[in-house]
């Protein structure tokens, strides 16, 4: 072939109509990431970009908007422990799953009910 996938530059998840406090709290309060500003031209179609490390994560408004139960990103956490215990703190419900040989995970769903995975590998 001539081309090469090097990268992921963004993940997109969609979330309703005047999402964005919501998102700011539960992606930066709560996870930590970095909210970057838009460009001019897409601010107008509502939504928040976060950054984490060389990657970002884009929260778009979707009308009418249906949660990913199924599709998820999966970010690779370092302390997934104290990740569940700040979770905790913060009233945010987790599902603990190991059904994947090598790695402490869990579930969380976002505000809008999207479905993120988290985990470490041991």
Not at 40 to 66: A, M, S
Request: net charge negative; aromatic share 10%.
């Amino acid at each position: 072939m001539a081309f090469t996938i090097r990268k992921i530059d963004h993940i997109q998840l969609a979330a309703p109509k005047g999402c964005e406090e919501d998102a700011r709290e539960f992606f930066n309060g709560i996870l930590g990431l970095t909210e970057v500003e838009k460009p001019e031209e897409l601010k107008k179609r509502g939504g928040v970009w976060f950054e984490f490390g060389t990657f970002q994560l884009h929260i778009g408004v979707d009308d009418p908007f249906t949660p990913a139960k199924k599709a998820h990103p999966a970010f690779v956490v370092e302390n997934i422990e104290e990740l569940k215990s700040h979770l905790i703190e913060k009233n945010i419900t987790y599902k603990e799953d190991d059904n994947l040989p090598g790695a402490t995970r869990i579930f969380v769903d976002d505000p809008f009910g999207n479905r993120l995975e988290l985990l470490e590998w041991v």
